[in-house]
C-alpha cells in the first residue's frame, strides 16, 4: 500500500508536498520497501533522510550496500520520541539542503504507549499543513501491520482530521489523580508540590528539574491566556509522571509548539520548551478549553 497527500500536479511536476505511507507485514518487507523508495532518490540526486527506530538500521544498510553511505541516518526514539519534536526537525532538514530532499520515517514504531500512538497520529495529520508548501520534500512513513494503526485515517483528509483531533478534550483524568487549582500567587507552591511527588516516585534530579521548567511555563500561559487560572492534576500511568493543566483560554494556531515563535511574539514559546523537555506533550484546544498533559518517564 502507497498513498501520498500531494495536491495534484501540473505538467507532471508535485504540487506540493508528497506525503505517503506503506505498511509491512515483515522486517523483510520494511527493508524491501524502504530500499527501494531510498534507492530512487538516490538515482535522483535527491537528499535522504532516514529516521527510524535503531533497530532498523543494519538490515535497511545491508539492502544498499555502499550507498548506504549516501544516507543519513537518524534515531526516531531520539529525534520523534516526543512526536511534536518531528516537524522542527523536518523544517531544519530542509532549511539545511534547500534542494529536493526525501524523508523515511517510522514514527509509529513498536513499543510506544497509547498516548504517544495517539500524538503520532495528530503528528502525520499536521505534517500536510506544516509542509503544505514544500514542493521539494517528499517523505514516507512505514507501519508495522502489528502497531493495529490504520495510516489512511491522516493521509486521506489530514486538516479536516488535525483540526478535529486538536480540538477535541483527552480522556478525562482518572479519579486517583491529585488536584490542584492554582493562580499566580500559588505558581511556587505548585512547583514544591510537585517536587514532592515526583521525588516520590523516584523521577531524577535532572528530570524533575525539566518537568518543573516545563510544568511553570505551562502554568503561566494558563494564568496570561487562559483566564487568570487554572487546574492542575497530576498522577501515575505507563511508568510515567503525567502533569494535565487546564483552563478556559482557546489556541487557535494548530501547529503551536511545533514552530518556533518569533522572539518578540505573543505566546507559543512555553508550548515550544515544553515540547523540548518533556518525554511526551499532548495539547488539545477548543472554544472554551486548552488542556496540556505533560509526560515524563519515572526512569
Given amino acids: 500500500m502507497l498513498k501520498d497527500s500531494a495536491t495534484d500536479s501540473l505538467h507532471g511536476a508535485p504540487a506540493g508536498f508528497q506525503h505517503e505511507f506503506f505498511v509491512h507485514a515483515s ?3 520494511f527493508v524491501q520497501r524502504s530500499a527501494a523508495f531510498i534507492s530512487e532518490g538516490l538515482a535522483a540526486g535527491e537528499t535522504i533522510v532516514a529516521v527510524l527506530p535503531p533497530q532498523r538500521f543494519a538490515g535497511l544498510r545491508d539492502a544498499l550496500g555502499a550507498a548506504h553511505d549516501e544516507v543519513r541516518f537518524v534515531d526516531m526514539t531520539v529525534a520523534g520520541g516526543n512526536p511534536a519534536r518531528l516537524i522542527p526537525f523536518w523544517r531544519s ?4 539542503h534547500p534542494g ?3 524523508g523515511l520515517g517510522e514514527p509509529a ?3 510506544r504507549s497509547a498516548a504517544a500512538y495517539d500524538e503520532v497520529l495528530l503528528h502525520e495529520a499536521l505534517s500536510a499543513l506544516a509542509f503544505a508548501d514544500d514542493r521539494s520534500f517528499r517523505l514516507c512513513c512505514a507501519y508495522e501491520a502489528t502497531v493495529g494503526i490504520d495510516p489512511t485515517v491522516t ?5 479536516a482530521l488535525a483540526e478535529k483531533e486538536f480540538r477535541t478534550a483527552l480522556d478525562g483524568v482518572p479519579d486517583r489523580a491529585e488536584r490542584w487549582e492554582f493562580g499566580p500567587a500559588e505558581l511556587g507552591q505548585v512547583r514544591q508540590w510537585l517536587s514532592g511527588q515526583a521525588a516520590s516516585h523516584g523521577v531524577s534530579r535532572d528530570r524533575l528539574e525539566d518537568l518543573s521548567l ?3 511555563e505551562i502554568c503561566t500561559n494558563s494564568i496570561r491566556f487562559g483566564g487568570g487560572r487554572g487546574r492542575l492534576a497530576v498522577w501515575i500511568a505507563s511508568g510515567a509522571l503525567i502533569c494535565d493543566v487546564t483552563d478556559g483560554g482557546r489556541i487557535d494556531n494548530l501547529l503551536v509548539g511545533r514552530v518556533l515563535p518569533p522572539l518578540d511574539g505573543l505566546g507559543g514559546r ?3 520548551l515544553a515540547n523540548q523537555l518533556c518525554d511526551l506533550v499532548q495539547l488539545r484546544s477548543g472554544d472554551d478549553f486548552t488542556q496540556v498533559r505533560l509526560h515524563t518517564r519515572l526512569r
Fill in 27 to 29: 522486517d523483510e518487507e
Fill in 93 to 96: 532538514i530542509l532549511e539545511e
Fill in 100 to 102: 529536493p530532499v526525501r
Fill in 109 to 111: 514504531y513498536p513499543g
Fill in 155 to 159: 493521509h486521506s483528509d489530514p486538516g
Fill in 214 to 216: 516545563a510544568l511553570h
Fill in 270 to 272: 512555553g508550548v515550544w
